[in-house]
């Protein structure tokens, strides 16, 4: 039997998951990413990104790894859940957020 992955969390698991994706999503505008192109340099679709930004309890950790990486390279899942600043700001990517 195969079971929805998000639809598995219990609620406070939901709630965390969704607070992850907040944060990487406030990472990727604060180093003005349009989310298509933070997509695009992780390798993956723009409606994964989307997903992940809205804590879809089903994207794979390797995505979000991926993802975490390309909008801020050098910043680490542990230091995103720190709120640790190492790195954040320094991506050279340009343009408006989505």
Avoid: C, F, W
């Avoid at 505008?29 to 309890?57: C, H, M, P, T, W």
């Avoid at 794979?60 to 050098?74: C, E, Q, S, T």
């Avoid at 542990?78 to 320094?90: P, S, V």
């Amino acid at each position: 039997m195969k079971i929805h992955q998000a639809a598995a969390l219990s609620p406070q698991l939901a709630k965390e998951s969704a607070d992850l994706g907040r944060l990487v999503a406030r990472l990727r505008r604060r180093n003005r990413l349009k989310q298509v192109d933070a997509a695009a340099l992780a390798g993956i679709a723009r409606s994964s990104a989307s997903r992940l930004e809205v804590g879809d309890g089903s994207v794979a950790i390797g995505m979000l790894l991926r993802y975490l990486d390309a909008i801020a390279p050098g910043v680490t899942l542990k230091d995103l859940l720190n709120g640790t600043d190492a790195g954040i700001g320094n991506n050279q990517h340009q343009g408006p957020n989505k």
